[in-house]
């Protein structure tokens, strides 16, 4: 059972309240840890609203086709990005820029909270782990450390908050970005 799912027809994501737990969520938790776990979680469905099904829908759920061919083309090449390699970068790498950037946002460096990973991660690093984490504890039939790792392998972000050799596994030169 999934603790969270995108409907298309009613343009809304659900969150099932086991979500709101462990490893997805921790009351006094940093919002590396916030972001990182449900944050992810959310972001994952979220971005299912422009999926292959999603774009065939407006905001209320009727069948039309809203985007422009110009708007299509460059959504066609963004999602099949790295797909040459066996997989395309979608829903995992756009939802890890969204809930990155959301936890970037909101991060206030002079607010601490509970709940925080110490030396020697840094509050970025923290945020991939939770991220990772809560991919790994996935119960719905996906692979969780495939969709963990096919995400971080394609963030700057990552690369540098881990010091990942340029080149490396987790560092490739080619990277895909979803919203650049």
């Avoid at 069948?63 to 708007?71: A, G, N, Q, V």
């Avoid at 923290?126 to 984490?133: A, I, T």
């Avoid at 340029?166 to 979803?178: D, E, L, Q, R, W």
């Amino acid at each position: 059972m999934s603790t969270t799912a995108y409907y298309h027809l009613f343009n809304s994501v659900s969150i099932a309240a086991k979500a709101i737990g462990e490893p997805f969520y921790y009351p006094d938790a940093s919002p590396a840890i916030l972001y990182g776990g449900l944050g992810h979680t959310f972001s994952l469905q979220l971005v299912r609203a422009f999926d292959g099904e999603g774009i065939l829908l407006d905001p209320i759920g009727r069948f039309t086709s809203w985007w422009t061919p110009e708007f299509r083309k460059e959504y066609a090449s963004r999602e099949k990005c790295g797909a040459s390699s066996g997989s395309n970068i979608f829903p995992e790498v756009p939802a890890m820029e969204i809930a990155f950037r959301a936890y970037k946002a909101t991060r206030d460096p002079l607010a601490p909270r509970g709940l925080y990973l110490h030396d020697p991660f840094s509050a970025d690093q923290v945020f991939f782990m939770s991220l990772c984490r809560a991919s790994c504890k996935q119960v719905d039939g996906s692979k969780g450390s495939e969709s963990c790792n096919k995400a971080v392998r394609n963030s700057i972000d990552f690369a540098e908050a881990f010091s990942c050799p340029v080149g490396s596994a987790m560092n490739p030169i080619f990277k895909c970005s979803f919203f650049g």
